[in-house]
C-alpha cells in the first residue's frame, strides 16, 4: 500500500517564473493538505482540498494556489515566484471528519536562484 | 488555534529512555494529541496519538494526565537513528488550518 508520494523530489526555477507541484494521497484518503517547510522550521500550513475545493487556508498569498482531482491527487501551483519560496513543500493526507492522523510525503525541495 | 510549547532540544545516550514534555494550554475539547518525527530532507512520520490517559504501540508510549494540558512523548531504549526532531501537534485534521506545527524537539542520541 503506497503512502503518500510527491513529485518532483527537487526542482531549481528562477525568480519571476511558475511551478507545478505533484502529490498522490494515501490509499483511501480523500482530503490533501499543503505545507511549506523552510530550513530550521516547523512547516506553515498553506492549504487543504476536499472533495475539490479549497476547505481551509492559511496566511499565503494568492500566489500561491491549488487543485484537486477526482482521484483525490492535488496540484500546488505557486506564481511569481521569490527567493522566499525556496522551502520544502509537504503534501499530507487524511480522512474528512476522521481522527485519524495525516500522513506526509517526502516532500518537494524547490530551491529559487 | 491550538499552540503548543516544548523544548528547544534534548541530548540523551544510546539505551536510555528518553521523555519529552509538550504544553498545549488551550486545547480543546474535541482535540487529539499527534507527534511525529522527522529527519533532515523528509516528510514527518507519524509516531502516536492519543485523546486521554495513556497510549502505546510498538515505538512509543503517550502519557495525557487528566487536564489534557501537557503531554509527554516516551522513547524506550533510543539508539543513534532516533535522532530527529520531534513535534508535538494538537487539534483535528478536519481543522487543519487550525494545527500548528512549533519549531519541535531537535534530539541527539550519543553513542
Known amino acids: 500500500d503506497a503512502g503518500v508520494t510527491q513529485s518532483p523530489t527537487h526542482l531549481i526555477k528562477t525568480r519571476g517564473q511558475q511551478v507545478t507541484l505533484r502529490c498522490s494521497p494515501k490509499s483511501g484518503h480523500d482530503t490533501v493538505s499543503w505545507y511549506q517547510q523552510a530550513l530550521g522550521q516547523g512547516p506553515q500550513f498553506i492549504f487543504q482540498?476536499?472533495?475539490?475545493?479549497?476547505?481551509q487556508r492559511g496566511n499565503f498569498p494568492d500566489r500561491f494556489s491549488g487543485h484537486q482531482f477526482p482521484n483525490y491527487s492535488s496540484e500546488l501551483n505557486v506564481n511569481a515566484l521569490l527567493l522566499g519560496d525556496s522551502a520544502l513543500y509537504l503534501c499530507a493526507s487524511s480522512v474528512m471528519d476522521s481522527n485519524q492522523p495525516q500522513h506526509f510525503g517526502d516532500g518537494t525541495r524547490l530551491s529559487i536562484l | 488555534l491550538a499552540k503548543t510549547t516544548q523544548p528547544i532540544s534534548m541530548d540523551s545516550y544510546e539505551g536510555q529512555e528518553v521523555n519529552i514534555t509538550c504544553s498545549h494550554n488551550?486545547?480543546?475539547?474535541?482535540?487529539?494529541i499527534t507527534w511525529y518525527q522527522q529527519f533532515p530532507s523528509q516528510g514527518p512520520r507519524f509516531i502516536i496519538q492519543g485523546y486521554k490517559t495513556k497510549v502505546t504501540n510498538e515505538v512509543a508510549s503517550l502519557f495525557i494526565p487528566a487536564d489534557r494540558k501537557s503531554s509527554t512523548l516516551s522513547l524506550p531504549r533510543v539508539s543513534l537513528s532516533d535522532t530527529a526532531v520531534y513535534y508535538c501537534?494538537?487539534?483535528?485534521?478536519?481543522?487543519?488550518?487550525?494545527?500548528?506545527f512549533g519549531s519541535g524537539t531537535r534530539l541527539s542520541i550519543r553513542p
Open positions: 488551550n486545547i480543546a475539547t474535541n482535540d487529539y
Open positions: 482540498y476536499y472533495e475539490e475545493e479549497e476547505r
Open positions: 501537534l494538537v487539534g483535528r485534521y478536519s481543522s487543519a488550518s487550525k494545527i500548528i
